[in-house]
């Protein structure tokens, strides 16, 4: 069998070519689109949902981050996350040809005993309808496999649906690139939101977590993470967002939520929403069931300026094949981006942002005796942890960026673990297409045998990057991670490709 790191590796840089393969440069919207899925594995009680975003590259294919979750059965919190790619080729005006490829990590309730080290290959073939701008439709069948010692090797059929949403991009970061004319970017399309969310779980008395041998009550519990929206017209969105356990003794947890919602605006600052939300989520002890989620919700966003904001949410989140069920009262920090009410002229000036995408290797070297906990054999305890993740990056600045980013353990006897972060980071150029960097992240861990306390992690990277072309570069890192309550503690090796381009709107 191929080492699982050097396939690891072998297929990002496959996704890297592809990236840079194909593309003239030149701006154009209607280049993105959510996707979900749905197929059951030959695992016993595994029925999964795919959830995804993709990116346009050429007519031909599409690039982009994805995840797939148990939503029934009884392997509530098996998630995987990773980066997947989709070649299409039109067989008429609206049918094609799909083929796509896969590459995740994670795993959940049942571990290592499933998924081995948490590596995980889809591929898929079938054949997609356009609906037009209602979307479009697929039908097909799918190959899924844990190759690291795992006991998931299952072809099936599938079903998928993706919704295309606008946006105005070109590949790369360079300077001499004209900005695209105003308009370019009309009415309510390219208006999107991203924000940074902490919610606190009130779960009522009665309810048990499984995670010891003997169930004991559930605790209320912290989660964080991130959610983006996607503005449909003036008054609708769909959202996606991931958030994992942070405290309250459920450290493993995950969930991943999409769904849409209205927003209604009280004042020139002050927008009220309501959203309904279906996924996945679990692990951590939290007894979801198959892991189907629903959440109903609203919040009332205060505009700090025309991009910042901060929101106050309340919901209500239910697990839909178990008793799981719990009040939630959240903080949001938020940045959208293009305009803030429908365009109806084409003037209007033209905001550039740099974003990049990191794909990324992260290697945890033991750095503390009992960085697992004593479930985990003794033959693995001194085991180095394989984790495969991706990292979004806004720069605020030419020097200055925010980042989210998402890992999961792929190799090293750690199947299920997963994390989630959130940090900014600076850039310092050196000489030639050489730069520096140092970033700071936290936010939640857990799974996988690995002794984080009630799952908050704290980890700060130092870096070496080397700039191949405006739209590509790659990246060495070493770096700390740790527990802030609990004993891991590891060293952090990293290498990883990053993708870059700018996103542009109208003010």
């Not at 069998?1 to 990002?12: G, Q, V």
């Not at 299952?154 to 949403?165: G, L």
């Not at 779960?203 to 959610?227: H, I, Y």
Request: with cysteine; proline share 4%; aromatic share 8%.
């Amino acid at each position: 069998m191929i080492p699982p790191r050097l396939l690891t590796l072998t297929i990002l840089s496959m996704f890297a070519i592809a990236a840079c393969a194909g593309d003239s440069g030149a701006a154009a919207p209607d280049n993105s689109a959510v996707s979900i899925s749905y197929e059951k594995a030959d695992v016993p009680g595994h029925q999964a949902m795919g959830m995804g975003l993709y990116q346009n590259l050429t007519p031909y294919l599409d690039i982009g981050v994805n995840s797939y979750a148990a939503v029934t059965g009884d392997l509530g919190g098996f998630i995987t996350i990773g980066v997947g790619g989709r070649a299409h080729y039109p067989l008429g005006e609206r049918l094609s040809l799909g083929a796509g490829l896969d590459v995740g990590a994670g795993g959940g309730r049942g571990g290592n005993t499933i998924v081995g080290g948490g590596l995980m290959l889809r591929g898929q073939l079938g054949l997609d309808y356009r609906l037009g701008r209602l979307g479009t439709v697929g039908a097909g069948v799918s190959r899924v496999q844990f190759p690291d010692h795992g006991i998931i090797h299952s072809t099936q059929p599938y079903v998928a649906y993706s919704y295309p949403f606008e946006g105005l991009y070109r590949p790369g970061w360079a300077s001499d690139d004209p900005i695209p004319d105003a308009s370019q970017l009309r009415g309510p399309g390219g208006r999107h939101e991203f924000s940074v969310v902490y919610r606190r779980a009130h779960v009522p008395s009665g309810l048990l977590n499984d995670k010891n041998t003997t169930p004991v009550a559930q605790d209320n519990f912290s989660v964080l993470g991130v959610e983006w929206r996607s503005f449909l017209s003036d008054h609708a969105f769909f959202d996606i967002g991931s958030e994992a356990a942070i405290s309250g003794g459920s450290s493993g947890y995950m969930q991943i939520l999409l769904g849409a919602g209205l927003v209604y605006p009280l004042t020139s600052r002050t927008v009220a929403s309501v959203v309904v939300d279906a996924g996945a989520g679990g692990g951590g002890g939290v007894q979801t069931g198959g892991g189907g989620l629903v959440r109903i919700g609203a919040d009332l966003k205060y505009l700090l300026s025309p991009q910042l904001y901060v929101d106050l949410s309340a919901g209500r989140l239910k697990s839909i094949s178990a008793p799981f069920k719990a009040s939630e009262i959240g903080l949001g920090v938020g940045y959208q981006f293009g305009p803030t009410q429908k365009a109806t002229d084409e003037s209007g000036a033209v905001v550039t942002h740099h974003l990049r995408l990191r794909l990324s290797e992260q290697i945890y070297v033991k750095a503390a005796n009992n960085w697992r906990t004593d479930s985990v054999a003794p033959q693995n305890a001194n085991k180095n942890v394989d984790n495969l993740g991706v990292q979004v990056d806004y720069f605020l600045s030419p020097n200055w960026f925010v980042t989210g980013q998402g890992f999961a353990a792929h190799h090293g006897d750690a199947g299920a673990y997963m994390t989630g972060l959130v940090g900014a980071g600076v850039r310092l150029p050196l000489v030639s297409n050489w730069s520096a960097e140092a970033e700071v992240v936290t936010g939640a861990a857990g799974g996988g045998g690995l002794a984080m306390g009630g799952g908050w992690l704290a980890q700060a990277n130092l870096g070496l990057v080397y700039q191949f072309t405006s739209r590509l570069s790659g990246l060495l890192t070493l770096g700390e991670a740790k527990a802030v309550h609990g004993q891991f503690r590891a060293h952090v090796i990293g290498l990883g490709l990053a993708y870059h381009e700018r996103l542009f709107e109208r003010r």
